[in-house]
């Protein structure tokens, strides 16, 4: 009898989880893009919201970037500390440098005769503490990927980005918004900081497909490594934690700035 209850308990959740995913809000123009126009939403992408634009020519003239630091724009509420922030937008620099890296040259330095990418960090939902704990010993006893979370208690994760040409204009453009699911592989975190630090890496993803030409073949890793300066690509003890606890850590997942003496002697 308990179950058959905890698998009636388990439908429910989807269901409600479901409903949520489906009726997600629209991600907002705060007005940090150069331009919005021609900007389309997506139907095929079911956990999150995101609107872009490409212009194919522009964008496939365009094979060395620039990556300016990802900045905080239109959060009105200071929700998090400035270490909190700071650890976000760490991680958004570093999973956007790496997606962006296997589609284009990445520079260290801005260069007028390179294209440049601009990130605002739009929206940052912090995670429920308790309600994650009380997840974690639920989770215990679900074995599998798949993640069963307190409605309500997820964090999120927005922002919009574009290409610039070098003389300015705008080649591509996107705005995105998600929160972490209640069912799903989203994993709880201890920290406030836990779901919109771990959705940097599906923001990263969706940005460097946005952005690039769709007809630009995936780039082989060069020998000295343009993010380097953001930590190792793969943080394999968060890997670990991960499995062991079941809970996110972003101390132990996120990347860890190198010291500039040292990204420099590499």
Known sequence: MAGKGFRGMGAAVLAM?????????????????????GLAPRTDVVRASVSQRR?????SSI???WVAPAEVFGVKDPVLSDDDRRAVMNEVDRQLCYELSERFEILEQPDPQAGTVRVGVTYIRPTHQAGSAAAAVANFFIPGPIKVRAPGGTGGLGAEAELLAPDGRQAAAIVWRRD???VGTDKPSLSRIGDAHQLA???????????APSDRALRPRPDLDPCRRFGPRVRVEGILAGIATGLYEPGLSGGRR???S?????
């Open 258 to 260: 190198a010291p500039e």
């Open 55 to 59: 212009d194919e020519a522009l964008a």
């Open 63 to 65: 094979t060395r970037l």
């Open 180 to 182: 972490a699911m209640v």
């Open 262 to 266: 040292e990204a420099d002697s590499d």
């Open 201 to 211: 890496e599906p923001l990263g993803d969706m940005v460097g497909d946005a952005l």
């Open 17 to 37: 989880a479901t409903g949520a995913c489906a009726s997600g809000a629209a991600p907002s123009h705060t007005g940090f893009l150069t331009t919005y126009e």
